[in-house]
C-alpha cells in the first residue's frame, strides 16, 4: 500500500498549502482518511477526481479535517461519477447528511450515490485499517454539556497494516498517551506535532527508532522547534510524501 501525505497544514490556513488528507492506495482500493482544505486540488493533479475513489474516512469533526469535503463531491458530480461512494464519519451521520441537504447536495440530484455511515473500531477490518478513539475532543466536554449539544466528543487516531510495515496517522491527538499502546506495533509515524506538549515529543523522539514524519503545523517553525530530533529516521512531513508499507 501506498500511502501520500495529502495535507499538512494545521487548523490555521498557510499559504500554498492543503489542510489535512492523506490518500491510500493499493491494487484493489483507492481512499481518503479525511479530506481539509485543499484536497480536490491535490486529487485533480492525480486525476482521481471521478470514479477512482472508494472511500472516504473522516478521523473529527474538525473544520480542516472535513471541510474539503463539499468541493470534492460537487467535483466528482460535475466530472460524472456514476459508482457509489462511501463517507464513514466518527459521529452525526444522520446531522450530517442533512447540513449536506442544506448546501443543496441532493441524491436526486447527484449523478452518483453518496452512502454515509458512522464507523467504529472494527468497521475496516476487511482493508486493515484499525481506528482507535482518543481524547483530542475532551476538552469540549463542559461546552457541549452546557448547551446540551448532540456532539459525541469522538476522534478516532488510524492503525494501518500494510504489507511490510505498520503505519500509524495519529490525527490530531492531546497527547502521546493517546496513541502509546499502539505505538508498539507500527513501523511508521505520521505525528501531530502541534498538540501534545513540545517536550514529550521531543522526549518521545530521542528515544523512539521507528520512522516518524512530523505534520498538522507550518513546516519552517516545526523544522525549527524539533531540528535537534530531525534525522534520516525523523522528518518534518512535506505535501505529496510517499510512504509504502
Given at each position: ?5 495529502l ?50 474516512i473522516i ?106 510495515k ?65 534525522n ?14
Amino acid at each position: 500500500m501506498q500511502v501520500t501525505i495529502l495535507g499538512t497544514a494545521p487548523g490555521k490556513s498557510l499559504l500554498g498549502k492543503s489542510h489535512t488528507s492523506y490518500l491510500l492506495e493499493d491494487n484493489q482500493i483507492k481512499l481518503l482518511i479525511d479530506c481539509g482544505e485543499g484536497t480536490t486540488q491535490k486529487l485533480i493533479a492525480r486525476d482521481l477526481v471521478k470514479d477512482q475513489l472508494d472511500y472516504i474516512i473522516i478521523t473529527h469533526l474538525h473544520p480542516d479535517h472535513v471541510t474539503g469535503l463539499f468541493i470534492l463531491l460537487q467535483t466528482l458530480y460535475l466530472n460524472k461519477r456514476s459508482k457509489e461512494l462511501l463517507l464513514f464519519l466518527p459521529e452525526s451521520h444522520e446531522e450530517f447528511k442533512s447540513f449536506m441537504e442544506k448546501l443543496y447536495i441532493f441524491d436526486e440530484r447527484f449523478s452518483y450515490p453518496i452512502r454515509i455511515q458512522q464507523y467504529n473500531e472494527d468497521t475496516f477490518e476487511e482493508i486493515n485499517i484499525y481506528p482507535f478513539k482518543n481524547s483530542h475532543l475532551f476538552g469540549y466536554r463542559d461546552l457541549v454539556a452546557k448547551r446540551k449539544a448532540s456532539n459525541k466528543l469522538l476522534s478516532y487516531s488510524m492503525l494501518i497494516k500494510g504489507q511490510d510495515k505498520q503505519l500509524l496517522i495519529s490525527s490530531d491527538i492531546r497527547g502521546l498517551e493517546d496513541i502509546k499502546e499502539k505505538l508498539v506495533a507500527c513501523d511508521v509515524l505520521i505525528l501531530d506535532g502541534i498538540h501534545p506538549p513540545e517536550e514529550s515529543i521531543k522526549k518521545f523522539l530521542s528515544k523512539s527508532k521507528i520512522e516518524v514524519y512530523i505534520t498538522h503545523g507550518d513546516y519552517e517553525k516545526l523544522h525549527e522547534k524539533f531540528i535537534n530530533q530531525l534525522n534520516s529516521r525523523v522528518r518534518i512531513a512535506e505535501e505529496d510524501d510517499e510512504i509504502i508499507i
